[in-house]
């Protein structure tokens, strides 16, 4: 299961460019629209600050 480290979390959205499906930005922090969407764990790898977490 993927999470987000809100402590970590700058509200970059590169996981909402890469997977707007699984993620979204609100309140300048990233928050998981849909778990179950294709794309969510591929998105791991492309957070800057390591901020999405399986």
């Known amino acids: 299961?993927?999470?987000?480290?809100?402590?970590?979390?700058?509200?970059?959205?590169?996981?909402?460019?890469?997977?707007?499906?699984?993620f979204d930005?609100?309140?300048?922090?990233?928050k998981i629209k849909d778990a179950k969407a294709k794309c969510i764990e591929e998105t791991i790898d492309m957070c800057p600050v390591g901020a999405i977490e399986k």
């Open 25 to 30: 930005v609100v309140e300048g922090k990233a």
């Open 1 to 22: 299961m993927v999470k987000i480290d809100k402590d970590k979390c700058i509200g970059c959205g590169a996981c909402a460019a890469a997977c707007p499906e699984g």
